[in-house]
């Protein structure tokens, strides 16, 4: 069955630190991976996607098909990190569909 | 960039009504769109898929009698929660796809519909 992992509900570091937020996934396909955030007040957007291989505000994540995992990374946190973080999967277009871990909320303090 | 809006962003209903939830694609037609739920401290779960001009495609376990969505045109679903009851208090989202680098077309979420069912 398809499934995504966020092993932690609140990961919480002090500025500077650095970040890695983890996600593991299950799927018997070809799956693409996503990172999506939430800020505090705001909706649901993408961050990053691991087809793009890009580093958004300096996050970074890489698919690691032997390990089944897409953790997020960042070297260096800012309090404006601070967020619901939320990895996705999908089964590669042909349904769209995502299917959500439950979500990792970073905080960091000052 | 793309925005997709939802109307209304809070509602406060009696038990037994029915509540309709709208969700448009403002700057783009959007043949899908689909439909969260979520509740307090967890994830999105997928509901059901909308699709413009035929039936919409539910996941295991969601009733589609209770939640009836209706996809009209290329800018708007909606999402009628049928005789609700306080266990159908919930954050609702929709999404539409746009397509981007990838097979999977990139979903802009709406701002998400607040119900209380009292």
């Known amino acids: 069955a398809q499934r995504v992992t966020q092993p932690e509900k609140l990961l919480s570091v002090f500025k500077g630190a650095p970040v890695e937020l983890k996600c593991n996934y299950s799927y018997s396909g070809s799956p693409e991976l996503f990172w999506y955030v939430q800020y505090s007040r705001q909706r649901l957007q993408l961050l990053l996607r691991?087809?793009s291989r890009e580093s958004i505000k300096g996050f970074t994540a890489d698919l690691n098909k032997g390990e089944t995992s897409f953790h997020l990374k960042k070297p260096f946190a800012q309090e404006e990190d601070s967020a619901m973080y939320y990895c996705?999967?999908?089964?590669?277009?042909?349904?769209?569909?995502?299917?959500f871990g439950t979500g990792t909320l970073l905080a960091v303090q000052p | 960039g793309a925005v997709v809006s939802q109307h209304p962003s809070w509602v406060i209903c009696k038990s037994g009504t029915s509540v309709k939830i709208e969700c448009r694609s403002l700057?783009?037609?959007?043949?899908?769109m689909f439909w969260y739920r979520q509740f307090p401290k967890q994830s999105l779960m997928l509901m059901a898929t909308s699709n413009e001009g035929s039936k919409a495609t539910y996941e295991q376990g969601v009733e589609k009698d209770k939640f009836l969505i209706n996809h009209a045109s290329l800018t708007l679903s909606t999402l009628t929660v049928t005789s609700a009851h306080p266990e159908d208090s919930s954050f609702y989202i929709c999404?539409?796809?746009?397509?981007?680098?990838?097979?999977?077309?990139?979903?802009?979420f709406g701002p998400g519909t607040r119900l209380t069912v009292l």
């Open positions: 700057d783009f037609q959007a043949t899908t």
């Open positions: 999404s539409a796809p746009i397509p981007g680098e990838g097979f999977t077309d990139t979903q802009y």
């Open positions: 691991h087809i």
């Open positions: 996705a999967l999908s089964d590669g277009g042909a349904t769209n569909k995502l299917i």
